[in-house]
């Protein structure tokens, strides 16, 4: 099942061995780190900022499926998906703490991979991995990681925000995550039928990587500092455009209309949509897990993000009444709803 060849059983470190074991390299580079590992509680100061805070769990076999996901990519994954969250709200992300449920299936090299994979996105975005909790689970590998955040209070975005006429913008391409599960899947079930035939992903790396080694969007945060805008709402995408969109409406008591062709879709992602038969905006309207920035902006910002080719303005909020629409290629309004499939035809 793993890669690795030598194993140790988790029994013979027990849990005190283990959390040494993968804490013991850990760097600390925030300033608002004061204690890390090792207490029964991290220390944290910070200055006139608030501090924003989010969790999420991964199951295997409801979120993860150890059969074609690598467990270094998944350790990445975990974290990443956390921070997205703490972007999403306009902040910056600071410190995690990760707990771990895991059974006697997995030995300490597969452990090891899975913290090898945290500790690099750790480093890549800055964050401290401060603290956890270890703990032996009967079965499935569990995995919940709480991530913190810091932000002005006046620079903070929240689902709630969006004014009439605001442009709703969208960060890089969409759908392509879900894609690349459909791949992962069907060669899994190629692989199941007959073990001999290896997977065939060839030319789709884009998708596979997104689905297995997404990455939060800091960089349009970056941006978005840069050219001094504030959101005037935001959210992370990771149920699907559909349903995030959904969500800033409500939130923010408003309707909106978003163009089909304005949303951004990698050719690849496209051409595996195709072949799949499935329709590509529909992969990008309701498959999930893009984590990209859904936001919405002042028309007064429109010539701030206009060339940006990372940003793409996929329409702009409306009153209450009229309601989610998604206008088509062709010119027609459907209404959005969260499983974007079945209310319209496209
Ligand atoms: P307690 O009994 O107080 O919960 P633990 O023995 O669980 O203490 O944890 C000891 C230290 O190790 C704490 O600082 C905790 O945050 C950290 N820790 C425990 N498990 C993990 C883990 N899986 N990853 C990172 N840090 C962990
Ligand atoms: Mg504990």
Same mark, same amino acid.
């Given at each position: 099942?793993?890669?690795?060849?030598?194993?140790?059983?988790?029994s013979?470190?027990g849990?005190?061995?283990?959390?040494?074991? $993968? !804490? &013991?390299?850990?760097?600390?580079?925030?300033?608002?780190?004061?204690?890390?590992? #090792? =207490?029964?509680? @991290?220390?944290?100061?910070?200055?006139?900022?608030?501090?924003?805070?989010?969790?999420?769990?991964?199951?295997?076999?409801?979120?993860?499926?150890?059969?074609?996901?690598?467990?270094?990519?998944?350790?990445?994954?975990?974290?990443?998906?956390?921070?997205?969250?703490?972007?999403?709200?306009?902040?910056?992300?600071?410190?995690?703490?990760?707990?771990?449920?895991?059974?006697?299936?997995?030995?300490?090299?597969?452990?090891?991979?899975?913290y090898?994979?945290?500790?690099?996105?750790?480093k890549?975005?800055?964050?401290?991995?401060?603290?956890?909790?270890?703990?032996?689970?009967?079965?499935?590998?569990?995995?919940?990681?709480?991530?913190?955040?810091?932000?002005?209070?006046?620079? $903070? !975005? &929240?689902?709630?925000?969006?004014?009439?006429?605001?442009?709703?913008?969208?960060? #890089? =391409?969409?759908? @392509?995550?879900?894609?690349?599960?459909?791949?992962?899947?069907?060669?899994?079930?190629?692989?199941?039928?007959?073990?001999?035939?290896?997977?065939?992903?060839?030319?789709?790396?884009?998708?596979?990587?997104?689905?297995?080694?997404?990455?939060?969007?800091?960089?349009?945060?970056?941006?978005?500092?840069?050219?001094?805008?504030?959101?005037?709402?935001?959210?992370?995408?990771?149920?699907?455009?559909?349903?995030e969109?959904?969500?800033?409406?409500?939130?923010?008591?408003?309707?909106?209309?978003?163009?089909?062709?304005?949303?951004?879709?990698?050719?690849?992602?496209?051409?595996?949509?195709?072949?799949?038969?499935?329709?590509?905006?529909?992969?990008?309207?309701?498959?999930?897990?893009?984590?990209?920035?859904?936001?919405?902006?002042?028309?007064?910002?429109?010539?701030?993000?206009?060339?940006?080719?990372?940003?793409s303005?996929?329409?702009?909020?409306?009153?209450?009444?009229e309601?989610?629409?998604?206008?088509?290629?062709?010119?027609?309004?459907?209404?959005?709803?969260?499983?974007?499939?079945?209310?319209?035809?496209?």
């Amino acid at each position: 099942m793993f890669e690795n060849t030598a194993r140790t059983e988790l029994s013979s470190l027990g849990e005190f061995g283990l959390i040494d074991h $993968i !804490t &013991k390299h850990i760097e600390l580079t925030q300033t608002s780190t004061i204690k890390g590992v #090792g =207490d029964d509680a @991290a220390i944290l100061q910070f200055d006139a900022e608030q501090i924003v805070v989010s969790t999420d769990m991964l199951l295997e076999g409801i979120h993860f499926d150890l059969s074609y996901v690598p467990l270094k990519h998944l350790g990445y994954k975990s974290i990443v998906v956390n921070l997205s969250d703490i972007y999403s709200m306009n902040a910056i992300p600071t410190q995690v703490l990760v707990s771990i449920g895991v059974s006697n299936r997995f030995s300490l090299e597969a452990i090891e991979e899975i913290y090898q994979g945290m500790n690099i996105a750790c480093k890549r975005y800055g964050v401290d991995l401060v603290g956890g909790d270890t703990s032996a689970s009967k079965q499935g590998l569990v995995i919940s990681v709480t991530a913190i955040g810091k932000q002005e209070a006046i620079k $903070i !975005t &929240k689902r709630e925000g969006a004014g009439i006429n605001d442009l709703l913008c969208v960060s #890089g =391409d969409l759908g @392509a995550a879900y894609m690349g599960l459909q791949l992962l899947e069907r060669e899994k079930n190629v692989y199941l039928n007959n073990p001999e035939i290896q997977p065939d992903l060839e030319g789709y790396d884009y998708i596979v990587e997104r689905q297995l080694k997404p990455e939060a969007r800091k960089d349009i945060i970056e941006i978005l500092k840069e050219k001094e805008i504030i959101p005037t709402s935001m959210i992370d995408v990771s149920d699907g455009l559909a349903s995030e969109i959904l969500h800033l409406c409500k939130s923010s008591n408003l309707g909106c209309s978003v163009y089909e062709e304005k949303i951004p879709i990698d050719p690849m992602t496209y051409d595996a949509a195709r072949m799949f038969n499935l329709d590509p905006t529909v992969c990008a309207l309701s498959g999930g897990e893009d984590y990209e920035l859904l936001f919405t902006v002042k028309q007064s910002d429109f010539d701030k993000l206009k060339n940006n080719p990372d940003i793409s303005i996929i329409g702009h909020m409306t009153q209450q009444s009229e309601g989610p629409q998604l206008v088509s290629k062709s010119g027609n309004q459907h209404k959005i709803t969260a499983q974007g499939w079945n209310a319209f035809n496209l």
